[in-house]
């Protein structure tokens, strides 16, 4: 049975329908703007792990006045923050250098770091333990800080779709000499 009220609210309709169907295809708009807007961010936006350190804090300089934004995550052991403030007077752009004080070892913080600014481009991997006397007095220290920290910073990637880590290592060879190796390689996990 059709009631006075049902048949006042059918002139409704139309309108109302339209109204709903342009809010939604407005929300449809604004969500495309946001993902378009987190591809350009990402594809410009480098991690580099441990970038208030000597090699990291140089990388970022590279880094920004390449034209990238970088993002810094460093738990400060061995560097100070004082590093990225000179980094980004140095460029001019101290916009572009983000920092987060984090450890590896705390995967909610480095969670809480992607989920705030990422996706990135590619993350470069410089936060690691490797005074070379307190790595033979304390090796379980260093396996485990450098192994798991490692170990959370690919799992991150590749829960965020980040593929392209770029990493640097200093190792002696059996007859002593110094070896030095710099790698970028595709995420193992993604
Ligand atoms: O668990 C850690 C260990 C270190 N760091 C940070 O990582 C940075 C490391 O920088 P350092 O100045 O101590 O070391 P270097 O820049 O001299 O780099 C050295 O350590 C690197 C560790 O990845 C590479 O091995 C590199 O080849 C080697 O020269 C520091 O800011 C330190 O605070 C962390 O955030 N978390």
Partial sequence: MTTPFMKGLGQYAAPIFMGASLLYALGQKHREDLRKARRDRAHNRILVTGGA?????????????AGYEVVVVDSL??????????????????EKVIFCKAD???EEAL???????????ACV??????A??????KPLLYYANNLTGT???????????C????????????????????????????
């Fill in 104 to 106: 590896l070892l705390d």
């Fill in 53 to 65: 350190g000597y090699i990291g804090s140089h990388t970022v300089l590279l880094l920004v006045e």
């Fill in 77 to 94: 052991v061995n560097s100070c923050e004082e590093a990225l403030r000179r980094v980004g007077a140095l460029t001019g752009h101290p």
């Fill in 163 to 190: 593929k392209i880590m770029g990493a640097a290592g200093r190792g002696r060879g059996r007859e002593g000499r110094r070896r030095e190796s710099r790698k970028c390689i595709r995420c193992p996990l993604c």
């Fill in 132 to 137: 070379v006397g307190e790595s033979v007095a």
């Fill in 151 to 161: 170990l959370h910073l690919l799992n991150a990637m590749h829960r965020h779709g």
């Fill in 125 to 130: 991997h410089f936060a690691g333990l490797k």
């Fill in 111 to 121: 969670e809480s770091v992607f989920a705030t600014h990422g996706g990135f481009r």
